[in-house]
């Protein structure tokens, strides 16, 4: 019941703003179900190769996005290119590195894949970590604002942090705590790496669990393995830990038992503010070699001109990256991404020849922007909001597509990130329409709000949107749509059997895209700014980025 007052106030704020809004959107839907399967076909298909940064799928696909975009008619967004360059490095940890623990009951040697996952962001041939002083750090949170701080009294130096996964709000269920069941970003696994590096930890093991993760083991092994991409750093990562890891559940308790120590009981008491960090009396010991390389990816962007405020902006973003080629598996090594997200990807391509093939043109301008390196930390988007082809001051807000409906329409349409900004209210009118609503999404625990490329300018204050396949199919129920994706989550995310097969439905998609055109074209054809809710974190950015760009 909590979300009809979140509506209610999105609904009241976006009928305060400029009386525009209630402009009609004007277009013949140029959206075609033919043309929009065949993209994700090609962009799916093995000849692409999992569609990984700095290989030959690489080229492929920014080949078909641009000539996509160029027989659109769309204007390259890059002084006369449709590509705009992301310099990386990729680091990959090679062989099949041990994390060996002494000083306990017993020692114990963690397997490479089976056991844990091991890597660095250090620009470096080799790691070696010798004898490491092992310490738990519980949730691995310093958060003033939340007088929280689980590296209060404790000295990591050279020492190596074990972590818990998710945040306390997650564990507990409390509204209370952090932000209940609905995973803030101090619970997502980049910032616990960080902070471990910030109190100078020598390195950092964060445990897995299923549940608080929102992703088993297969994922962690398919996506911290292989060449890990990052951006370009000035200090070649030598601010940051020698190295990060993942261990599994069965190995943390392992770990803990070898330092008779009770997990559980450790975890309880990790759920309270004021939580001490405890010396674990164990010691951990690596060392592997890397392949280093400097790579340039690349983000492909186009644009249809506004007709009356060409300067203003709404973005339509989707990656166009994912996993690659395995080659080291026997079989079907091709991680083909067809649902994340070439779907995501052929809806940006149909999205922008609407727009361009609109009989009214929009009034403002519209960014049509595929960026790469999503699955290796939202590389692409987070480049491309330091280095925007279009002042972030000047871009209204935007949408962004990361998997798109294939099992069939929808009465709902989900939101990822409800009740941050008046976006849904505008959404929610537009959704009306078609006869459907939306909703929040079902599991804020699992943090995809933080997960996907929104977020990178979310950072920098512009209001985005994340919408999704509803949970409430039209014929068969909320029961199904939840079957469907818990069987994707468990069986299909990054993983190679992520395929385009026959028994996918795309007027779902289409309907989606409908939705997501008419959105835009709300926005796009109006005098409204639509604005980021009283409370969230990205307010105080976009109110300073429209002030000092003489906007009020």
Not at 59 to 71: H, S
Not at 122 to 141: K, P
Not at 239 to 249: D, H, K, N, P, Q
Not at 439 to 467: C, T
Request: net charge negative.
């Amino acid at each position: 019941m909590k979300q009809l007052p979140l509506l209610a106030t999105a609904l009241f704020a976006l009928a305060a703003c400029d009386t525009e809004s209630e402009a009609p959107t004007s277009a013949p839907y140029l959206i075609n179900e033919a043309a929009y399967k065949d993209s994700v076909a090609t962009l799916s298909s093995d000849e692409f190769g999992g569609r990984g940064p700095a290989t030959p799928g690489e080229d492929k696909t920014v080949e078909f996005i641009a000539k996509a975009f160029a027989e659109a008619g769309l204007r390259p967004a890059n002084n006369g290119s449709y590509e705009q360059q992301v310099p990386l490095v990729s680091i990959e940890a090679l062989g099949a590195p041990m994390l060996s623990v002494a000083g306990g009951n017993e020692p114990l040697a963690l397997a490479y894949r089976a056991d844990q996952v091991i890597w660095t962001r250090r620009e470096q041939e080799s790691v070696a970590v010798s004898d490491a002083e092992l310490v738990f750090v519980g949730y691995g949170i310093n958060a003033p604002e939340r007088n929280w701080n689980d590296y209060e009294g404790v000295d990591m130096a050279g020492k190596i942090a074990v972590i818990l996964v998710n945040d306390p709000g997650f564990a507990t269920g409390d509204a209370k705590l952090f932000n209940g069941k609905a995973m803030t970003y101090y619970g997502r696994w980049d910032y616990k790496f960080d902070e471990a590096a910030r109190q100078g930890a020598i390195g950092a093991i964060l445990v897995h669990e299923t549940a608080p993760a929102a992703y088993g083991w297969v994922t962690v092994d398919s996506s911290w393995t292989g060449a890990k991409f990052g951006l370009v750093r000035e200090d070649k990562g030598a601010s940051l830990s020698a190295f990060e890891s993942w261990i599994t559940t069965e190995s943390a308790d392992k770990l803990f038992a070898a330092a008779s120590l009770d997990r559980r009981a450790l975890e309880a008491a990790a759920l309270k503010p004021g939580f001490k960090a405890v010396p674990m009396n164990l010691t951990a010991s690596t060392e592997f070699s890397n392949k280093v390389d400097h790579v340039t990816s690349r983000n492909v962007a186009g644009v249809v001109e506004g007709s009356e405020k060409p300067d203003e902006y709404f973005v339509y973003m989707a990656h166009w990256d994912h996993l690659g080629t395995d080659p080291s598996i026997d079989g079907d090594g091709i991680y083909n991404g067809a649902l994340d997200n070439a779907t995501g990807t052929a809806g940006l391509i149909e999205l922008a020849r609407s727009f361009a093939g609109a009989r009214e043109k929009p009034k403002r301008s519209v960014l049509f922007l595929a960026v790469t390196a999503e699955e290796q930390g939202l590389l692409g988007s987070a480049y491309y909001a330091a280095h925007p082809l279009v002042p972030l001051a000047k871009t209204v807000a935007g949408l962004n597509m990361d998997g798109i409906n294939n099992f069939g329409r929808t009465k709902d349409v989900t939101v990822t990130g409800y009740g941050n900004s008046e976006l849904d209210g505008l959404l929610a009118k537009v959704a009306e329409k078609q006869g459907r609503v939306i909703v929040p999404d079902a599991h804020p625990e699992h943090g995809g709000f933080y997960r996907s490329d929104h977020f990178s300018l979310s950072k920098f204050g512009v209001p985005m949107i994340y919408p999704g396949s509803g949970t409430d199919h039209v014929e068969r129920g909320k029961a199904y749509v939840a079957a469907v994706e818990e069987a994707f989550l468990r069986d299909h995310y990054h993983a190679a059997s992520d395929e385009l097969t026959e028994d996918w439905v795309f007027d779902g998609a289409i309907e989606d895209l409908t939705l997501y055109y008419d959105f835009g074209r709300s926005i796009t054809d109006t005098g409204i700014w639509p604005a980021w809710n009283e409370g969230t974190e990205f307010k105080a950015a976009r109110e300073a980025s429209l002030k000092g760009a003489g906007q009020d």
